[in-house]
T-cell receptor, first 112, second 116 residues
Framework: DAKTTQPNSMESNEEEPVHLPCNHS???????IHWYRQLPSQGPEYVIHGLTSNVNNRMASLAIAEDRKSSTLILHRATLRDAAVYYCILRRYGGSQGNLIFGKGTKLSVKP | EAGVTQFPSHSVIEKGQTVTLRCDPISGHDNLYWYRRVMGKEIKFLLHFVKESKQDESGMPNNRFLAERTGGTYSTLKVQPAELEDSGVYFC??????????????FGQGTRLTVV
């Protein structure tokens, strides 16, 4: 799986939007972009995934650049519960059975 | 519906002893994965079962680690004998089988293993 690059940490204020960037310049045409997060003392939790088009679900939105070399996870209104480490992971098509390769992720702090 | 369940939540053992971790995946999930995070490091893949078969065990660190999934239901990960560097948090995840489309993996809360 191709490598991703994320900032080590970010800060946000409660109830404000958060944009978490991820660079994946070596992404291949069949790589999906997945986001997971890990809250303190818990296992990783799926957030969202996409291939080319922007995606929305109840947790977040995923904005994918036209050239697919970068993407942004958007939390529309950060809450204290969103404080976690966010991981951007590339997964090859047909690799839904394969393992996830975690990097260092971005540690998001949310201030009240 | 119950999520992925791991037992025990914590384990403290002495170097040289044996420890067995257990994972109960979500019912009906054919894929079962083991991961671990050792102190200060990233979460690393250990192995992947499809039903009772080992699909990929490339992440297993050495032959002191033995994973089984009898009957394709729950899985155990045995460490024998345990070494200090085995300390960390062991995560289990499961996902349903698909023919290639992307699915999410559901993770358990993890087992914190401390070897002293």
């Amino acid at each position: 799986d191709a490598k991703t690059t994320q900032p080590n940490s970010m800060e946000s204020n409660e109830e404000e939007p958060v944009h978490l960037p991820c660079n994946h310049s070596t992404i291949s045409g069949t790589d999906y972009i997945h986001w997971y997060r890990q809250l303190p003392s818990q296992g990783p939790e799926y957030v969202i995934h996409g291939l080319t088009s922007n995606v929305n679900n109840r947790m977040a939105s995923l904005a994918i650049a036209e050239d697919r070399k970068s993407s942004t996870l958007i939390l529309h209104r950060a809450t204290l519960r969103d404080a976690a480490v966010y991981y951007c992971i590339l997964r090859r098509y047909g690799g839904s059975q394969g393992n996830l390769i975690f990097g260092k992720g971005t540690k998001l702090s949310v201030k009240p | 519906e119950a999520g992925v369940t791991q037992f025990p939540s914590h384990s403290v053992i002495e170097k040289g002893q044996t420890v067995t971790l257990r994972c109960d995946p979500i019912s009906g999930h054919d894929n079962l994965y083991w991961y671990r995070r050792v102190m200060g490091k990233e979460i690393k893949f250990l192995l992947h079962f499809v039903k009772e078969s080992k699909q990929d065990e490339s992440g297993m660190p050495n032959n002191r680690f033995l994973a089984e999934r009898t009957g394709g239901t729950y899985s155990t990960l045995k460490v024998q004998p345990a070494e200090l560097e085995d300390s960390g948090v062991y995560f289990c995840a499961s996902s349903p089988w698909t023919s290639g489309s992307q699915t999410e993996a559901f993770f358990g809360q993890g087992t914190r293993l401390t070897v002293v």
